[in-house]
């Protein structure tokens, strides 16, 4: 675009349309890792926000790239302590996103975020694989980290149960569910009924024998259910916790 365009329009907006230079911070790091010959990728502290930022929004124009360089000035790469790393993982993607991050850094950016014992983890993940990649950083993760108790995720979600209400086994349901990508609908759905109350799960699956639902709908139906069996069974409906164990 000529220059002088760029100066009316920056009048009109009364903003700059120049490429933000402002920093990308992460969360107690070091300085930002660079390949030099002979030499490993150092510590993060901070990665320059402008480079990462011409590749992503290269086919953004007008109001939607000024959108998009306000957005990413300032995105932070989360610690991860052990606690939920389905949640960590989906964090980071959207980071390593939106930064435009090579596949050989995310692994390094990966290691700084290490807290507590996760960095040890990590390091016995080094010594064994010398070639971590992303993806196999991410399955290692959810092996060591992943589900509520003992067993992998597969027998977890086998032995979930509600016993409480619904939305409190939904929430149990999606936690173990986001650490199983690409799961395939009908198991999503079998393992969802399983756990549900008798009384609700008659129910629901009556009203999915009437036609397909998607995932979104399943968990919208059930809790529609879940009212209109607590106004049949009054106080006795809602008993229990936890979605652990026999019931």
Not at 36 to 55: D, N, R, Y
Request: with cysteine; hydrophobic share 35%; proline share 3%.
């Amino acid at each position: 675009m000529p220059a002088t365009l760029i100066a009316m329009l920056e009048r009109t907006l009364g903003k700059s349309l120049q490429p933000s230079t402002e920093s990308v911070q992460i969360r107690n790091l070091g300085e930002t890792p660079e390949k030099e010959s002979g030499k490993s990728l150092g510590s993060v502290k901070e990665i320059t926000g402008a480079k990462s930022m011409e590749g992503s929004s290269s086919q953004l124009k007008g109001d939607a790239l000024m959108e998009f360089r306000q957005s990413v000035r300032k995105v932070e790469l989360p610690s991860f302590d052990g606690t939920d790393p389905a949640g960590w993982i989906s964090r980071a993607e959207v980071y390593f996103r939106v930064q435009d991050t090579s596949s050989e850094v995310k692994v390094n950016l990966a290691q700084l975020c290490m807290e507590g014992p996760t960095i040890h983890f990590f390091n016995s993940l080094l010594d064994e694989d010398k070639v971590l990649t992303w993806e196999g950083l991410k399955s290692a993760l959810l092996e060591r980290y992943g589900g509520n108790g003992e067993g992998d995720v597969y027998e977890q979600l086998s032995e979930l149960r509600q016993k409480g209400t619904v939305e409190e086994y939904i929430t149990d349901f999606e936690y173990l569910i986001a650490q199983i990508p690409k799961l395939p609908d009908k198991q999503f759905q079998g393992y969802f009924l399983h756990g549900l109350k008798s009384e609700v799960r008659g129910k629901v699956r009556s009203l999915m024998a009437m036609g397909g639902m998607t995932r979104a709908r399943l968990l919208q139906v059930t809790r529609a259910v879940e009212k209109e069996v607590k106004g049949e069974m009054g106080l006795g409906y809602n008993r229990g916790s936890k979605s652990y164990g026999s019931g």
